[in-house]
């Protein structure tokens, strides 16, 4: 191999080549010119190439000629499998009661691990199939425990052992995609493959959240890799990230950005097709000139033509390019990601992805499939109902002085399996429209629409009312406490729709905020749609989702005396807080401003110890 090719400083950037694109390796012209596209704008430092999908299987003497083109170039490359029939087909994947299907997988694998030192499963490795055979193994079992049980003996059987036959240094990666709430359903076991794979990768990419199909939230794009490296601590290999379904590239660009946040040591950029793909004048964002982080007319505007227009060279990855710059800059001064430490045990689900609509309210969280004990503060979704000790633990914390926050959803699942030895608490079935919420005594901030709540009962001085959602002449918990031992049960009444969070009154996120952040060393107060990334040297990032202006504070311990922009030098200079009595809170309050999707590093003054 000859010289690395030029990378950047804190990650190696990545790009995957589908079966079908590294079958056209075979012409070096062809390869030529589509490489020097792409290494035109971006650092390339690894190509995955691909052998197998969709029954189509590239032939040896066509990799190892793109192997060679590659590594001569200083590119590092490694194999890729992805594991489907017809991936146009809703995903139509193996039959892994099938012996024919079994036999092809296995013989893929041995000649994939015969060429490279490094094999990744691209994000397929799943079944769903239900065919007769499928139903006739599964007999009495739910598809879930079918699955999980036939796809982690798939793996050791299909996949672990054959390729180390072959290749006994192989390093063997499985990519999981972006849809982790429904993992066991389809055969993805996060508890048993981990262990038995070498790394993990994620899939990062969350696309648009509305009109994309799965509606994720652009917060996901960091805390599914932070998760992922709960799963398996030191072996998440990176992040995975592809230009579909984003409709504007300041939306590509920051599930780059949230992906490098989260701290991967690389990411992938899926996929050599799509990367050739020209920017056109409706990749620009309504919002743009308004000082958002990706700057479309600053990337565009020296490389257009004497007439106006784009060059049909000017391709995505020009965009991807500019993404990883801009991460690059700011990733050094960045050191251990932090957050509100959150429980989802393996196999569960329930109020599916709500860890992320907190993320876009400036909640920090930091998922794990391990009950995190040590933590001041945990919270807890319905998802956590699927440990079948999980009343032992919260009533374990509070007897700790720690605080516990559960979701309505889980107060229904556990207010008849021994809840009410800590606290008499009812979700009841019955809801309320709400617009008006009051905090404390005679504090009321208004939404601005109404937002259905679940009616909690509760016993007068038994446990309280933090904030009240107002119902006509009545009122119903929105966030309610709850005093045992010498800890806080805290219930946060999530609405039946989740972004109806962000409609809540910037006070009463506020308030929801101190509650989940309260170990954090920094806390956001606004509007929603403003997500916080903190590290444990005491930088953080504030970045904005909104499509307008937006103005927050940031508070932190009195001891701060300014908040120094890393980016710009402007240092930012605060007042400390007072409580309604007029006395000193220990807190310190700043005020940034934020232009439509944009990101700002702050770093404390004096920095932290």
Not at 169 to 195: C, D, M, R, S
Request: hydrophobic residues 40%; charged residues 25%.
């Amino acid at each position: 191999m000859t010289n690395p090719a030029p990378a950047y400083r804190n990650f190696t950037a990545a790009i995957y080549a589908r079966v079908y694109e590294v079958r056209q390796m075979s012409d070096p012209a062809w390869l030529q010119e589509r490489f020097d596209v792409m290494s035109r704008y971006i650092k390339v430092g690894k190509v995955y190439l691909e052998t197998h999908r969709d029954m189509v299987v590239a032939d040896e003497p066509t990799i190892l000629q793109a192997k060679l083109f590659f590594e001569s170039r200083g590119v590092r490359t490694s194999g890729g499998i992805t594991v489907t029939v017809n991936e146009m087909n809703r995903f139509q994947t193996y039959c892994y009661t099938n012996p024919e299907h079994r036999a092809k997988l296995k013989e893929v694998v041995e000649f994939t691990a015969g060429l490279f030192d490094e094999v990744i499963l691209d994000d397929f490795f799943f079944t769903n199939c239900k065919c007769s055979s499928c139903i006739q193994a599964k007999g009495r079992r739910s598809w879930t425990d079918f699955r999980l049980e036939l796809m982690t003996r798939a793996a050791r059987e299909l996949i672990i052992e054959p390729a180390r036959a072959v290749n006994p240094n192989v390093q063997l990666v499985i990519k999981y995609p972006n849809w982790y709430e429904h993992f066991q359903a389809l055969g993805f076991n996060l508890e048993t493959e981990p262990p038995i794979f070498d790394r993990l990768y994620t899939g990062t990419e969350t696309r648009d959240p509305v009109h994309g199909g799965q509606h994720f939230q652009p917060y996901q794009s960091y805390l599914i890799y932070r998760f992922f490296d709960a799963v398996k601590p030191g072996a998440n290999g990176g992040g995975w990230v592809d230009p579909f379904a984003s409709h504007h590239l300041d939306r590509y660009a920051e599930q780059l950005w949230l992906t490098l946040f989260a701290k991967a040591p690389e990411i992938t950029l899926f996929d050599f097709r799509s990367l050739q793909r020209p920017i056109q004048e409706a990749d620009r964002a309504p919002w743009q000139g308004s000082g958002a982080s990706f700057d479309f007319d600053a990337l565009i505007g020296p490389l257009r033509l004497p007439d106006g227009s784009i060059p049909p060279d000017v391709t995505i990855s020009a965009a991807a390019g500019r993404a990883f710059e801009q991460a690059d800059a700011v990733l050094g001064r960045l050191g251990s990601p932090l957050g509100v430490k959150s429980y989802k045990p393996f196999h569960s689900h329930g109020e599916d992805f709500i860890h992320n609509y907190l993320g876009m309210l400036g909640i920090p969280i930091d998922l794990s499939p391990r009950f995190p004990a040590e933590a001041p503060v945990v919270f807890l979704a319905e998802s956590a109902k699927f440990d079948p000790q999980i009343v032992e633990k919260i009533e374990r914390q509070l007897q700790d002085g720690k605080a516990v926050v559960i979701t309505a959803g889980l107060l229904r699942a556990l207010q008849e399996r021994g809840l009410r030895g800590i606290v008499e608490l009812e979700c009841s079935p019955r809801k309320a429209a709400v617009s008006e919420f009051l905090i404390g005594w005679n504090r009321i901030y208004k939404a601005d629409a109404p937002i259905l709540l679940s009616q909690i009962e509760y016993n007068t001085n038994d446990s309280w009312e933090e904030v009240s959602g107002l119902g006509g002449y009545t009122g119903y918990p929105l966030l309610h406490s709850a005093r045992y031992a010498s800890g806080v049960l805290y219930v946060l009444n999530v609405p039946d729709n989740f972004t109806d969070l962000y409609r809540l009154p910037p006070e009463v996120l506020d308030r929801i905020r101190e509650t989940l952040a309260q170990d954090l060393f920094v806390r956001l107060e606004g509007p929603a749609l403003v997500a916080l990334f903190a590290y444990d040297n005491g930088a953080f990032i504030v970045e904005s989702f909104r499509d307008e202006p937006a103005e927050v504070h940031l508070v932190t311990d009195a001891a701060v005396k300014g908040l120094r922009d890393a980016q710009s030098g402007e240092l930012l200079g605060g007042e400390e807080t007072l409580d309604w009595r007029g006395q000193p809170t220990g807190k310190r309050r700043f005020t940034a401003r934020l232009a439509p999707h944009q990101f700002r590093l702050f770093e404390l003054e004096p920095p932290a110890a």
